[in-house]
């Protein structure tokens, strides 16, 4: 309890919640789904805020802990392509392969898998995760980078079940997601959460 209330009283004196829910309620009050912000610390990305736009039928609303596991999300999928690969692979290595075996059936199997997947979404500019993490969920993310330097400092995500994230939504909100994440950008300046790396 005490290490809780630590990071609520971070989170709280650092400013970020305050400065990026309103951006993160207006887009989940725009696509319907659940909208997550991640912040990257060091060698992890960590959940920090979120907002749920589903208000009846189904909700994609998982406990998914403190960090992002990178291998089989969105979310790690856009920071990892936004680094050159060696630091791609460092991070990877460092929370192993493992924990996608017991994941859902589209999750990455071999270390090869994982970097094509991670190529693919260079290329496109967003991650995409349908029934990775879990099944029946989808999910896309992009980088937030930092607006003087370019770096990467966080991502934004957008998440919900398979049914209404069908590929035709996804790439409907990837412009969407975009723009927001190039708004949550200007609050670099701002709060110190976004420059923890």
Do not use: C
Not at 16 to 26: H, K, R, V, Y
Not at 154 to 173: C, D, F, L, N, Y
Request: aromatic share 4%.
């Amino acid at each position: 309890m005490k290490l809780a209330s630590l990071g609520l009283t971070y989170l709280a004196s650092s400013g970020i919640i305050d400065a990026t829910q309103p951006l993160l309620d207006e887009l989940a009050q725009e696509t319907g789904e659940l909208i997550r912000l991640a912040v990257i610390e060091e060698n992890q990305l960590i959940w920090v805020a979120k907002s749920q736009g589903a208000r009846s039928g189904l909700r994609y609303d998982p406990d998914a802990g403190a960090d992002v596991y990178l291998p089989a999300t969105d979310n790690g999928l856009a920071w990892l392509a936004a680094e050159p690969e060696e630091r791609a692979l460092e991070l990877i290595a460092e929370q192993g392969m493992e924990r996608a075996q017991g994941m859902g059936p589209n999750a990455p199997r071999t270390l090869r898998e994982l970097m094509e997947r991670i190529e693919e979404t260079r290329t496109r500019g967003y991650g995409v995760v349908r029934d990775v993490y879990e099944p029946g969920t989808s999910a896309i993310a992009t980088v937030i980078r930092h607006v003087d330097d370019g770096r990467p400092i966080g991502t934004v995500s957008i998440a919900g079940p398979s049914v209404r994230m069908t590929p035709e939504k996804v790439e409907a909100v990837a412009p969407l997601l975009q723009e927001y994440a190039k708004r949550l950008a200007g609050l670099s300046l701002v709060s110190p959460a976004f420059n923890n790396r």
